[in-house]
């Protein structure tokens, strides 16, 4: 299986299962430098899997995963510095002052940007003599964060970083994390179930149903090309090759690929945004 150069991951028709139990199903994905992907997902449908498979923490067990150019599992450190990971449940670091934390942490990585450390321990308010083990929940994802960033990583994994921060640490961190993207030709995945967020701040939204990769589109385009078709009662529905059929619902077809198509017995063409869209794919 050929993968494409440049690409900073990229998954081919990858497969996952635990105990017999399919979780993933031939995801294709692939990040450029610049994409902040936002995954989306119901609980239990694959996303931290497929984070923790582009890490090299677990492997798949059929397809093709590159991250950085090479095999998850076989990252040298070279390219570990240059990729940064929050988990679900950041750990580690109990009994260190969030100073001695940072300082600690941030001598394994020679590029490490002491401004934007300090700017971010403003940003999210933290006292760099607190303890760890005594910040609240918000703050030691705050923490996880900038130690997943200060060294401007060119790839960012960041499994739900944003669940426990408050709505305005939440809008400022998104902020950051685009202009980081851009700034510094990085690409950034990360998953959500705050769609504002998302369609605020993502470039492309990866949407997994049950396992599988049902939608990797650009939000601008999705915003114009994933529409509910609403068809008059008795319409025998005749969708064209270029529209795929994503859900069939009470209220409709939901498709992919609508271009202004006039079709025989529609009678709307509804754009949706992502909570709805999501509602409308898991009835
Ligand atoms: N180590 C494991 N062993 C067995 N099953 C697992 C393991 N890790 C994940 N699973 C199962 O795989 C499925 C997908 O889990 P995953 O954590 O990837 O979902 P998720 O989309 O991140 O969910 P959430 O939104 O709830 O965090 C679930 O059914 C989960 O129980």
Request: glycine letters at 8%; hydrophobic letters at 45%.
């Amino acid at each position: 299986m050929e993968q494409p150069a440049g690409s900073l991951l990229c998954f081919t028709k990858v497969d996952k299962s635990f105990d017999g139990k399919s979780v993933l199903t031939a995801v294709d994905l692939q990040l450029e430098p610049g994409m902040v992907v936002g995954l989306l997902g119901a609980n239990g449908a694959g996303k931290s899997t497929l984070m923790r498979i582009a890490l090299g923490i677990i492997p798949c067990d059929s397809g093709l995963v590159t991250t950085l150019g090479q095999a998850p599992q076989q990252l040298d450190s070279g390219h570990k510095q240059r990729l940064g990971y929050v988990p679900q449940q950041p750990f580690g670091y109990e009994g260190f002052s969030v100073e001695r934390a940072l300082a600690m942490h941030s001598s394994f990585y020679p590029q490490w940007d002491m401004e934007l450390q300090q700017q971010w321990l403003q940003r999210f308010g933290l006292d760099l003599k607190a303890q760890v083990q005594r910040l609240s929940g918000g703050q030691r994802q705050s923490l996880a964060l900038i130690m997943a960033m200060a060294y401007r990583p060119q790839l960012l994994v960041l499994d739900e970083p944003v669940a426990s921060l408050d709505p305005v640490a939440r809008r400022r961190f998104m902020a950051d994390l685009f202009e980081l993207a851009l700034e510094s030709g990085s690409a950034v995945l990360f998953s959500s179930h705050i769609t504002s967020d998302l369609e605020r701040v993502a470039s492309h939204l990866a949407l997994l149903k049950a396992g599988e990769l049902l939608l990797f589109k650009e939000i601008d385009a999705l915003r114009e090309e994933v529409r509910l078709l609403k068809f008059a009662a008795d319409s025998d529905i005749q969708l064209p090759e270029s529209m795929r059929l994503l859900a069939t619902t009470r209220a409709g077809c939901v498709v992919d690929g609508y271009r202004g198509q006039a079709l025989p017995g529609m009678i709307d063409a509804r754009r949706l945004n992502l909570e709805q869209l999501f509602m409308e794919l898991h009835p």
